[in-house]
């Protein structure tokens, strides 16, 4: 899991990826934490869907995890 936030970050970190208002479903501007990749329970994970990204929203993210998880 990734944790998001609505905090704007004081400085560019190039590990925190921006998702503008409106993406995957999401209502506030607000920031993945890649820094911060958290395991939790499948008991945890609600059963209806959120939000969703698409794959272009999704490939930021997913080049800040490869660099965090040294792939």
């Known amino acids: ?16 990826v921006h998702l503008p208002s409106g993406t995957g479903g999401n209502n506030v501007e607000c920031w993945a ?3 911060q990749v958290r395991v939790i329970d499948e008991s945890r994970i609600q059963p209806e869907l959120l939000g ?20």
Request: no cysteine; aromatic share 2%; glycine share 0%.
């Open 1 to 16: 899991m990734i944790p998001l936030t609505s905090q704007k970050p004081v400085a560019k970190f190039p590990l925190t």
């Open 33 to 35: 934490k890649i820094t």
């Open 52 to 71: 969703k990204l698409s794959e272009e929203e999704l490939e930021p993210i997913k080049q800040a995890l490869k660099l965090v998880l040294n792939l």
